[in-house]
């Protein structure tokens, strides 16, 4: 069986089509442009690159977009006060704090300060609680993208077991609950885990998002299985990802490329919450 590729460019492609649609009607019907504003603390190149990412999608789709440059001095209570600020702006229905944020700032408090009907992000407390309890919320973008291209291979999730590597808030544990909502058995894998590779050989999904660069090798994989690389890691300036993907795309059904799978689906799906948060201002 020749093995296919979810190819996140493409997908995203469609979506983003579809986006430009939904801001043309929001638009004419009740004058609303959706706004984005994205804060980035900091020189962290990798950061930088992603928050120029991010713009130039938002633009692309019709999107009010800003971002804040702010030095890498900048205090907690300054980067409240402009969260505060952006709150209280009516332009702008999606906030995100581009993390890693530096030392000193306390992460955590930052997001629960931005209002969770703003909470693009999906990072807010109200937010990962209601994703919890599998209630309608934001969820966080990496993990709705991973979801999202599980869906596009028209295998029924119901019952597969789905082996997630990685238990990171941002993306590892949300996968694994967005997994369980729609029926997976899912066993979570982490730093400490013993055998991963038998855990991976019983695995009819497999999510990577470690950062390990070809931890997950091709012959760990299961005949069949659908095989999803969040992974992302500079090695010798060329993108690598988590899983070993020539040896396992000899095996596996479905299989996302690094580049060009998860992550473009991330912003994609960041462009969907904002989307989401400016009609929910219709209503
Ligand atoms: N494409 C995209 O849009 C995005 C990609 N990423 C990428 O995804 C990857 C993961 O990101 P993130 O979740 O933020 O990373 P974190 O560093 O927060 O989490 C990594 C997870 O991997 C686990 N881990 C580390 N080493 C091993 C190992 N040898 N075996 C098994 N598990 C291990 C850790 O376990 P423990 O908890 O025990 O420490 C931890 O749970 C990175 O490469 C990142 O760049 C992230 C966000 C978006
Ligand atoms: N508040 C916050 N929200 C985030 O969503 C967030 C964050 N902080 N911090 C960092 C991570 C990382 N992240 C990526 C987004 C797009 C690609 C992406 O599009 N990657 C391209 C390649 C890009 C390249 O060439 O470097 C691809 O995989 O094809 C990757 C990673 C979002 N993150």
Redesign the pocket.
């Known amino acids: 069986m020749e093995v296919k590729i979810l190819d996140g460019k493409k997908i995203s492609e469609e979506i983003r089509n579809h986006i430009v649609n939904e801001v043309k009607k929001l638009k004419a019907n009740y004058g609303i442009t959706p706004g984005l504003s994205v804060v980035l603390v900091g020189d962290d190149a990798a950061s930088h690159v992603y928050v120029s990412m991010k713009e130039k999608a938002c633009k692309k789709v019709g999107f009010h977009s800003e971002v804040y440059k702010l030095p890498k001095e900048t205090t907690q209570q300054e980067l409240l006060n402009l969260i505060n600020k952006l709150n209280n702006d009516e332009k702008i229905h999606g906030i995100l704090v581009q993390?890693p944020l530096p030392k000193g700032i306390d992460e955590h408090l930052i997001n629960s300060h931005i209002a969770p009907t703003k909470d693009v992000d999906g990072f807010h407390a109200v937010n990962t609680g209601k994703l919890f309890l599998g209630k309608e919320s934001f969820i966080p973008?990496?993990p709705k993208?991973i979801l999202e291209l599980i869906k596009r291979t028209g295998e029924d999730i119901t019952g597969k077991h789905a082996v997630v590597?990685?238990?990171?808030?941002?993306?590892?544990k949300p996968v694994a609950i967005l997994l369980l909502k729609e029926n997976a058995t899912v066993t979570i894998?982490?730093?400490?885990?013993k055998n991963?590779d038998k855990y991976v050989q019983t695995a009819d999904i497999v999510v990577?998002?470690?950062?390990?660069p070809e931890?997950i090798k091709g012959n760990m994989i299961k005949k069949g299985a659908i095989v999803i690389d969040?992974?992302?890691?500079k090695v010798n300036n060329k993108l690598v990802?988590?899983v070993e993907f020539e040896e396992a795309s000899k095996k596996a059904s479905w299989i996302t490329p690094?580049p060009g799978?998860?992550?473009p689906?991330?912003?994609t799906m960041l462009l969907e919450n904002t989307l989401k948060a400016a009609k929910a201002q219709c209503e």
């Open positions: 993390l973008c990496t993208g590597i990685g238990r990171s808030n941002i993306v590892g894998c982490h730093s400490k885990t991963l990577a998002a470690v950062g390990v931890l969040a992974g992302t890691r990802g988590d690094v799978g998860v992550g689906m991330t912003i």
